[in-house]
């Protein structure tokens, strides 16, 4: 089991930047996908970008490239977010996703979200 605390969230105008950190109570899975999806208002939570623990490898939604960058130290994810949009706005949550691959069945950490607005 592991706790995931989001921060980094605020209200900003469109065109400025945040930058996210999920920190988890433990270092992560050497095999593990960390992500971050957010939940706009009236949306269903999306997927925004994904990182291997392991090598390193980043996925991104694509509403998001170009504009967004993943990355990860031993317990910790970030997002950087710039050229923020007011189409951005949602919370916006950590998961470290483990394969049944490495377990008897798939396991999901999220953390409890944290709030981006973007708004001028």
């Known amino acids: 089991q592991v706790q995931l605390v989001e921060s980094g969230g605020g209200f900003v105008q469109p065109g400025e930047s945040l930058r996210l950190a999920c920190a988890a109570s433990?270092?992560?899975?050497?095999?593990?996908?960390l992500g971050w999806y957010r939940q706009a208002p009236g949306k269903e939570r999306e997927f925004v970008a994904r990182i291997m623990s392991g090598d390193g490898s980043t996925t991104y939604a694509d509403f998001v490239k170009g504009r967004f960058t993943i990355s990860r130290d031993a317990a910790t994810v970030y997002l950087q977010m710039n050229s923020l949009e007011s189409e951005d706005t949602a919370v916006y949550y950590c998961n470290e996703h483990i394969s049944a691959l490495y377990t008897d069945h798939d396991i999901d950490y999220w953390g409890q979200g944290t709030l981006v607005n973007v708004s001028s």
């Open positions: 433990r270092s992560w899975g050497s095999s593990s996908s």
